[in-house]
């Protein structure tokens, strides 16, 4: 059944509050990133962010509902998001899924890069591993990272291809991520928990590469 009006409209201020949450930690550069939430299972519609908005503000032109083709379901002057495509594999492939946020930061570039080569990242041992809904010990993710494909459907391949249940996020190398989760709630928390372990690994290498560099006789 198609969403009703206020499904939509509660989708619309979800992503609202998600949308001046990560702008104020500054993830919007340049109008990049994109959100959506989904509002119907079958067929599958959701309420995705329109294409080039600055993401730092809020207009009633912000969000369009679109079916699982990232067509429009309306007829609009809005266009949704240029990476619409990527959003409805993840809805496709995980029917569990119910929010899906892409962001670009620092930390999330520079780890793609610092694997430069390499199909994934992977950590283990820190605490906010569980912040993705994983709870064993000494828990180990591996994050894939795909190619930056500047075609879209070739990029939403590549990413259908690698995503699994067992971690919810996958990296576009030198771009950003796609994070996911059972709703919008679910979905920021593993977008925060990813972006701490980044960051984390990130600054850890580089205290080691001072340390190193700054001990006798290297
Ligand atoms: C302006 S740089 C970012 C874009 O190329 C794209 O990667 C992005 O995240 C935003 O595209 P959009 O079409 O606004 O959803
Ligand atoms: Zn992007």
Known sequence: MSATFEQRLDAFRRLDD????????????????????????????????????????LSPEDYLIVDSDSRPVDETSLKPSAETLIHAVVYKKFPQAGACFHVHTVWNNLISELYFGQRAFSIQGQELIKGLGIWEENASITVPIVENFADIPTLAAAIEKVITPDVPGVLIRNHGIYAWGGNDFEAKRHLEAFEFLFEYHARLLQLRQAVVSHTPNN
């Not at 998600?18 to 702008?23: D, E, G, H, I, W």
């Not at 550069?29 to 962010?49: E, R």
């Open 18 to 57: 998600a949308k001046l949450t990560f702008a104020r930690r500054d993830w919007f550069p340049g109008t990049s990133g994109n959100l959506s939430i989904k509002v119907a299972n079958d067929p599958l519609q959701f309420a995705v962010t329109a294409s080039g908005k600055d993401k730092t503000k």
